[in-house]
C-alpha cells in the first residue's frame, strides 16, 4: 500500500508541472487508496496553492497558472462521480467577481477568480467595465457571500465605494462581504469606503475570503 | 517613556515606531527583497544608516553636500496641466510652459515632452504636432528634451487594438492562441515606437524615455527592448533611457526570450542586462511599495532590490521614485517626509545615479 502523504505530494506536484495528463495520472492513483475529498483538499488545492506561490514569486507566470487550474478542474472532474452524496456541489462560498465600470483591467481580477475557485469558492467573475449594479444583480441571482471589486486606475476607484452604496441602499449589505483590490486601492481605502477587506494580491485575497466566510 | 518616530504605512497613513521597531521592519524588508530577489541583504551599517534617515526630525530631509544626482521627470507636462485624475494638479499652461518651467523652475536636469495619452499608440495621427512641439520647445530650452511616452501594449488588444484580448483567451485556455496574440502586438508595438521615435529624432528630439516598461508583461518588455536595439543601430548619439513598470517583469507570455534570457520574472538587478545589452544609456528601476506595509520596511526592500540593481548595472540607474514606487507611499500627492527620505536612501546606500 502506498504512502499516503507520497499520494498527495505526487497530486500537488503533478499541479504545480501545470500538466493535465500528469495530474490525471497521478489522481486515478491516489484514487484507489484514498477518499476524494482528502485528494481534492490536501492533493489538488495544495499544489494550486503552491502554484499561486510560485506566481507571486515570479518562478511559475500567467500561462502555467492557466494550465494549472486547467488540469486541476480536470483532476476534479475524475474524481466528482465518488464522492459523497452532498460534497459534490460543497463549496466554500459564493463568490461575485469583476471590475469596475470604466475600467478594462481584467488580468489581475482573472488570476484572483482562478485561485478562488481552485480553492473552492464557487466564483462568478463578470470580466471588465461591470455596470455598478450587475454586481448587485448577480449577487442576488447567485446569492453570493461576497463581492470582490477591482479597480485598476484611481480615476476607477469610486465605482468600489458606489457598489458599496448601492448594496446599502438595496438592504443587502449586512448579508454580503465585500471585498476591494487593485493597484490604488489600500487598506486605508478600504476601512473609508466600508468594505470588509483590502487584499494586495491573489493569494492574500483567498486567505481573506476564507476569513470572512468560512 | 520609549521615544517613537514618525513614519508611514504604504498606503500614507501616519504611524509612530519605536526605533527597536523600525530597525526590525527594516531586517524584515530587507529579507523579503533578497529572498525574491536571490540577492544580498542589506548590512548592518546600512540598515543603521537607513533607520538614522527615517528617524531624522526634519519634516524633508536632503543628501550630503557633494552627493546630489541628477534629477529628471516623466509623464511630460502632465504634472503641471492634467487635470483629469491623473497625477496633475490642473494648471492651464502650455507644453511649452510646462517644460520651461520644469528647467527654470524646478531645477530639472532633464525634461521629456509626451501626449496627453503619453502611449506611443496614440501619438501616430498626431506625430506632426508633437514634431512641431518638440522643435518649439527645443528653440526655447537647454537642458536636454526627451520625447516620453509609455510602450502600453495593452492598447493593442481589443477593445483597444487588432489583436485578441490575451486575458480572454488565457480564460479560454487557449494559451498558444494568447501567446501569438502577445508576439504580433509586440512586433507591432516594436515598429510604432522606432516609427514615433524616427520623426521625433529628426525634429530634434535629444532622446526618448520609454516609460513603463513591461506593463503587459514580458511581451511588453520584448517589444521596447527590439525597439531600442533598432533605434540604437539607426541614431548612434541619441540619448535611450528605459524606465520599468514594475519590479518584476510579469510573465504575461511566460516562454519570450530576449539575448537568451527568459524575460518572465526578472527583477531590477537582471532587467538591467538586458536594458544595456538592447543599447540604452539608462536604466530606470522600480521597486513597488506594499500599502499593508510600513515605509521601514518598504524602503528597506526598494534599497536592498536597486541597490543589487546598481552594482549589476552596466549603465546608469535613475531610480522610478514617486507614487507607490521606491519605497514612497501610494498616494497621489506623494508626502514630502517620505519622498526625501527614501531619495537620500537612494542616493547614499543603494547608490544610484540620478532619480
Not at chain 2, 508576439?183 to 515606437?193: G, I, S, V
Request: net charge negative; charged share 25%.
Amino acid at each position: 500500500m502506498a504512502d499516503t502523504e507520497a499520494l498527495l505530494n505526487e497530486v500537488a506536484n503533478a499541479v504545480i508541472s501545470c500538466k493535465k495528463d500528469k495530474v490525471l495520472e497521478a489522481v486515478e492513483k491516489a484514487k484507489t487508496e484514498l477518499p476524494p475529498e482528502e485528494i481534492i483538499e490536501k492533493g489538488l488545492s495544495a499544489g494550486m496553492n503552491q502554484v499561486g506561490v510560485l506566481f507571486e514569486r515570479g518562478k511559475l507566470f500567467l500561462p502555467h497558472v492557466m494550465m494549472a487550474a486547467d488540469a486541476m478542474t480536470a483532476g476534479v472532474k475524475l474524481l466528482e462521480a465518488d464522492l459523497p452524496a452532498g460534497e459534490k456541489s460543497k463549496k466554500l462560498g459564493v463568490v461575485v467577481n469583476g471590475t469596475v465600470e470604466g475600467d478594462v483591467h481584467d488580468i489581475g481580477k482573472s488570476i484572483v477568480s482562478t485561485l478562488l475557485q481552485s480553492a473552492g469558492f464557487e466564483v462568478y467573475d463578470l470580466g471588465r467595465d461591470v455596470p455598478i449594479r450587475n454586481f448587485i444583480e448577480k449577487a442576488k441571482e447567485v446569492n453570493a457571500g461576497m463581492i470582490g471589486i477591482s479597480a485598476l486606475m484611481t480615476t476607477t476607484l469610486q465605482g468600489q465605494r458606489e457598489v458599496i452604496d448601492l448594496l446599502k441602499e438595496e438592504g443587502m449589505r449586512g448579508k454580503i462581504k465585500v471585498m476591494v483590490g487593485g493597484a490604488p486601492a489600500t487598506q486605508a481605502w478600504a476601512e473609508k469606503i466600508g468594505a470588509d477587506c483590502y487584499a494586495e494580491n491573489a493569494s492574500e485575497a483567498v486567505a481573506k475570503a476564507k476569513e470572512l466566510l468560512l | 517613556m520609549t521615544t517613537e518616530y514618525v513614519l508611514r504605512m504604504g498606503d500614507g497613513k501616519r504611524i509612530y515606531l519605536t526605533k527597536e521597531k523600525i530597525l526590525s521592519e527594516i531586517e524584515d524588508g530587507s529579507a523579503n527583497a533578497a529572498d525574491l530577489g536571490e540577492i544580498p541583504d542589506l548590512s548592518a551599517d546600512e540598515i543603521d544608516k537607513l533607520a538614522e534617515i527615517l528617524m531624522m526630525p526634519g519634516k524633508s530631509v536632503s543628501v550630503e553636500q557633494g552627493m546630489e544626482v541628477p534629477v529628471t521627470h516623466d509623464i511630460g507636462t502632465i504634472r503641471l496641466d492634467g487635470d483629469q485624475g491623473n497625477s496633475g494638479v490642473g494648471i492651464p499652461s502650455s507644453r511649452l510652459v510646462g517644460c520651461m518651467t520644469h528647467e527654470r523652475a524646478f531645477g530639472a536636469d532633464t525634461m521629456e515632452l509626451g501626449h496627453i495619452d503619453y502611449s506611443f499608440k496614440p501619438v501616430k495621427p498626431v506625430v506632426s504636432n508633437e514634431c512641431q512641439a518638440m522643435e518649439v520647445c527645443q528653440q526655447n530650452m537647454i537642458i536636454p528634451l526627451f520625447y516620453g511616452a509609455m510602450p502600453n501594449m495593452g492598447l493593442y488588444y481589443t477593445p483597444d487594438g487588432p489583436f485578441e484580448n490575451p486575458g480572454d483567451l488565457m480564460k479560454l485556455f487557449k494559451i498558444d492562441k494568447a501567446r501569438g496574440s502577445m508576439e504580433h502586438a509586440a512586433e507591432h508595438l516594436t515598429r510604432d515606437m522606432v516609427w514615433v521615435m524616427q520623426k521625433l529624432f529628426a525634429s530634434g528630439a535629444d532622446g526618448v524615455n520609454f516609460d513603463t516598461t513591461a506593463a503587459a508583461g514580458d511581451a511588453d518588455m520584448y517589444g521596447t527592448l527590439r525597439a531600442v536595439e533598432i533605434l540604437r543601430t539607426q541614431f548612434p548619439d541619441m540619448y535611450i533611457e528605459v524606465g520599468m513598470a514594475g519590479e518584476m517583469v510579469l510573465g504575461m507570455h511566460g516562454e519570450l526570450e530576449y539575448d537568451e534570457v527568459r524575460l518572465a520574472g526578472l527583477w531590477p538587478h537582471e532587467q538591467a542586462l538586458l536594458v544595456a545589452k538592447a543599447g540604452a544609456n539608462v536604466f530606470g528601476p522600480v521597486c513597488n511599495t506594499n500599502t499593508s506595509k510600513t515605509s521601514a520596511w518598504n524602503l528597506a526592500r526598494a534599497v536592498t532590490f536597486i541597490r543589487a540593481a546598481v552594482e549589476a548595472s552596466p549603465i546608469p540607474c535613475h531610480v522610478n521614485m514617486g507614487m507607490g514606487v521606491g519605497g514612497i507611499p501610494m498616494l497621489e500627492t506623494p508626502p514630502i517626509d517620505a519622498v526625501t527620505r527614501a531619495s537620500k536612501a537612494m542616493v547614499e546606500i543603494a547608490g544610484v545615479d540620478g532619480i
